[in-house]
Structure formats: structure tokens, C-alpha cells
T-cell receptor, first 107, second 115 residues
């Protein structure tokens, strides 16, 4: 059965304290891995798509990487506005989401 | 570009009534749209895949007669929750594949409360 697991479930950081979020997956026929940001009461906002092991993508303070079994979302020098839930999803013939990491960044 | 508009954002209805949620692609055509349900602090669960001009494909365990999906045009899909009950209260989100390779675009979600 296809599975996506994210860790940690929740993460509290001081502003400027860099860290990484993990997304591990067990799927057959991976066609892509997506990272989304979701604010409370809102729909997910697209961040990155990764297609093959070794691929990396960056956007402002965020960097996503992909291996054959997991993906990391690295947050460098986070700011309070980065506080949100970060969702990982794998695409086989449909999107399968992890449960997310709730990130809180304090000033 | 690639905006998906979902309406309403919040709705409260009485038990036993039906509620319709609309999902529109504003600046692109979406032959396929997806409907998700999300419980508090939980992941998004795919309910069904909506295909323009044909019947929706429902995930295992999703009641077809309770969650009616219609995709009558390339820019509009609707989800109707029929004979709603309090256990149907949830956050419903639609999405569409923009076909750009930049992932699926999601609507802003609908918070349904059945009282």
C-alpha cells in the first residue's frame, strides 16, 4: 500500500533557527513529489515539484531535495511568516498526502 | 495564473438538507478536478476524481449517493452533499491539474458545518 509519512508532526523554531522537515514515502510508480504550504482555513499553496532522485529546488528561504525514499524541505533562517503546515504529496496515478508538519516560528 | 476558485468558503446547514459546493478554474480549462476532505489536523483525503463530461470516479469508502459530483464544463465542477448529517461536517477542498507541470492548484476550501 502506498504510504507517505511526514516528521516531525510539529516543529517550533526561533526566528533565524534553520531546520529540516522530512517526508518519507513507500509507493509504486512514483511520478512526482510535491510540497505545499497550507495556512489555517485555506487550501494548500504549491511550493515545489520534484521528479527524480538528486533533484533540488529552491524558493526564497526554502529548499526541497529528493532521494529514492524521502524528501526534505530545508528552511533557512525562518521568519514568523513562514509559520504554516507544510504538506508533502506523492503522485502515482493520484496525489497521496502526508499528514503534514505544523511549523511555528517565534520572533 | 492557474487560479481555482471555490465557493462558498463557509456554509452552515441543517441536518437533512443538501449543500452544493462549486469549484471553478478561472484562467485555464480543467478536464479533471479532484475533491478532497480534510479533518482537523489531518491530511487531505481524496474523495473523488471529477472528469468533464463523464461520471466521477470515487475512492473506496466514499458514498456516491451522498457526495454527488458533476463536471458539466471544462471550468466548473460541483460537489453536492445530500441529506447532510453532523458527521459530514468537514473542510472540503477541490483541486485541478493545470497541465503546466507545476503541480495541482487548490481552491481555498469550504468549511461545512451541519447542525
Amino acid at each position: 500500500e502506498d504510504q507517505v509519512t511526514q516528521s516531525p508532526e510539529a516543529l517550533r523554531l526561533q526566528e533565524g533557527e534553520s531546520s529540516s522537515l522530512n517526508c518519507s514515502y513507500t509507493v509504486s510508480g512514483l511520478r512526482g513529489l510535491f510540497w505545499y504550504r497550507q495556512d489555517p482555513g485555506k487550501g494548500p499553496e504549491f511550493l515545489f515539484t520534484l521528479y527524480s532522485a538528486g533533484e533540488e529546488k529552491e524558493k526564497e528561504r526554502l529548499k526541497a531535495t529528493l532521494t529514492k525514499k524521502e524528501s526534505f524541505l530545508h528552511i533557512t533562517a525562518p521568519k514568523p511568516e513562514d509559520s504554516a503546515t507544510y504538506l508533502c504529496a506523492v503522485y502515482t496515478d493520484k496525489l497521496i498526502f502526508g499528514t503534514g508538519t505544523r511549523l511555528q516560528v517565534f520572533p | 495564473g492557474a487560479v481555482v476558485s471555490q465557493h462558498p468558503s463557509r456554509v452552515i446547514c441543517k441536518s437533512g438538507t443538501s449543500v452544493k459546493i462549486e469549484c471553478r478554474s478561472l484562467d485555464f480549462q480543467a478536464t479533471t478536478m479532484f475533491w478532497y476532505r480534510q479533518f482537523p489536523k489531518k491530511s487531505l483525503m481524496l474523495m473523488a476524481t471529477s472528469n468533464e463530461g463523464s461520471k466521477a470516479t470515487y475512492e473506496q469508502g466514499v458514498e456516491k449517493d451522498k457526495f454527488l459530483i458533476n463536471h458539466a464544463s471544462l471550468t466548473l465542477s460541483t460537489l453536492t452533499v445530500t441529506s447532510a448529517h453532523p458527521e459530514d461536517s468537514s473542510f472540503y477542498i477541490c483541486s485541478a491539474d493545470t497541465g503546466t507541470g507545476y503541480g495541482y492548484t487548490f481552491g481555498s476550501g469550504t468549511r461545512l458545518t451541519v447542525v
